[in-house]
């Protein structure tokens, strides 16, 4: 499966819009983890790694910033800026995350625990992990 954008539910109503995702129904993995990115200082870039295992889907809950993903052979940035979609990577995906608004808010949903060896932290290494 490939990078791509994921269109999640939208309920509109005047009292305020709401908006959700459920494990291998909006998401192609079960969740087992979450984290969110913030406060972000200008210029600053989180990621810059890839996983062996991993999946993630990505929302821009607040704000907006980009995401750099990298399959080693094709590069395209993606621009996340509304709660109402998110972006997919599978595992073995390079990624850096970067140009987040004052007060951007990234949620990450991961299909794995963390865990230390499942990341591939130089690029030179990810580049030999894909030629395997």
């Known amino acids: 499966m490939e990078v791509r954008i994921i269109d999640l539910p939208k309920i509109l109503d005047r009292r305020g819009n709401l908006s959700f995702l459920e494990?291998?129904?909006?998401i192609p993995f079960n969740i087992e983890r979450v984290h969110w990115i913030y406060d972000v200082p200008g210029g600053q870039f989180r990621g810059g790694?890839?996983?062996?295992?991993?999946?993630?889907?990505?929302?821009?809950?607040?704000?907006s910033f980009d995401v750099l993903i990298d399959n080693g052979v094709d590069k395209d940035i993606y621009h996340?800026?509304?709660s109402y979609y998110g972006l997919y990577v599978p595992a073995g995906t390079w990624r850096e995350v970067n140009n987040f608004s004052t007060n951007s808010l990234a949620l990450v949903i991961s299909s794995t625990?963390?865990?230390?060896s499942d990341y591939i932290r130089d690029y030179d290494e990810f580049l030999k992990y894909k030629l395997k």
């Open 80 to 82: 996340l800026n509304r």
């Open 23 to 26: 494990s291998n129904k909006h």
């Open 49 to 63: 790694h890839a996983y062996k295992q991993t999946k993630e889907f990505v929302i821009a809950l607040s704000g």
């Open 113 to 116: 625990l963390y865990d230390a």
